[in-house]
């Protein structure tokens, strides 16, 4: 449950930039790509087992799960990979939004500034 709040954070601090949302949809599109082409990749290549002897033949029905256990902990490597680059996705994005504040911030000074001294001029043009 802690990992939906995380991503719901990393999302809603996305909101105002469409652009990197659509590079985490495309992150996460390619990711599950990667598991579906890994899979079917395994599957093409799996050989079909040998005969085996008696006393192994109970065990023959066992490497479909081993093989379905393997690509379960290969999606979980690479949820974790992907859940540490939306990790840094984020920080990436809080980095842009303080930049842009403190970029809003000067602009705003800036711009008063300018008030200030266009009044002064205006009042020493009257004078």
């Given at each position: 449950m802690?990992?939906?709040g995380f991503l719901k954070a990393i999302f809603d601090s996305l909101a105002g930039f469409p652009v990197l949302q659509a590079a985490v949809g495309a992150l996460i599109l390619l990711g599950g790509l990667k598991l579906m082409l890994k899979a079917d990749k395994i599957k093409d290549t799996a050989v079909a087992?040998?005969?085996a002897p008696i006393?192994?033949?109970p065990q023959m029905?066992?490497?479909g799960n081993i093989a379905y256990l393997d690509l379960q902990r290969?999606?979980?490597d690479l949820h974790r990979e992907m859940r540490d680059h939306l990790g840094r996705i984020a920080e990436c994005v809080r980095i842009i939004r303080e930049e842009s504040r403190r970029q809003t911030e000067?602009?705003?000074s800036i711009e008063r500034e300018q008030d200030i001294q266009g009044r002064a001029r205006q009042r020493h043009h009257d004078d």
């Open positions: 802690g990992d939906v087992p040998a005969p006393p192994d033949a029905h066992l490497q290969e999606k979980r000067l602009l705003e």
